[in-house]
Nanobody, 115 residues
Framework: QVQLVESGGGLVQPGGSLRISCVPS????????MDWYRQAPGKQRELVAR???????NYADSVKGRFTISRDSAKNTVYLQMNSLKPEDTAVYFC?????????WGQGTQVTVSS
């Protein structure tokens, strides 16, 4: 069974930066797509950033220019670098990965942007 473990969430002030990580139980290159989603209280889960195996990236309009998804193959880790954070970025962030068996979710990591 595929497991995705997120880490790096926390409390940060508006305008600050945070980097969250996702480590899968298998190789990151076994997945066709690795995404970051987020879910704020009372809202639907939304796609924030996508990284394909072919290094194509896509971002939600709300985070373009502020967030960057990347991977480190040596550490078998996918990152989401979040800069210029806003209170509306507060949410639980989930890693999601798709392979031949389907989609797999991590447990989520809380990101809170507040002064």
């Amino acid at each position: 069974q595929v497991q995705l473990v997120e880490s790096g969430g926390g409390l940060v002030q508006p305008g600050g930066s945070l980097r969250i990580s996702c480590v899968p139980s298998g190789s990151i290159f076994s997945f066709n797509v690795m995404d970051w989603y987020r879910q704020a209280p009372g809202k639907q889960r939304e796609l924030v950033a996508r990284l394909t195996r072919g290094d194509i990236t896509n971002y939600a309009d709300s985070v373009k220019g502020r967030f960057t998804i990347s991977r480190d193959s040596a550490k078998n880790t996918v990152y989401l670098q979040m800069n210029s954070l806003k209170p509306e970025d507060t949410a639980v962030y989930f890693c999601y990965a798709v392979d031949g068996l389907g989609g797999h979710w991590g447990q989520g990591t809380q990101v809170t942007v507040s002064s």
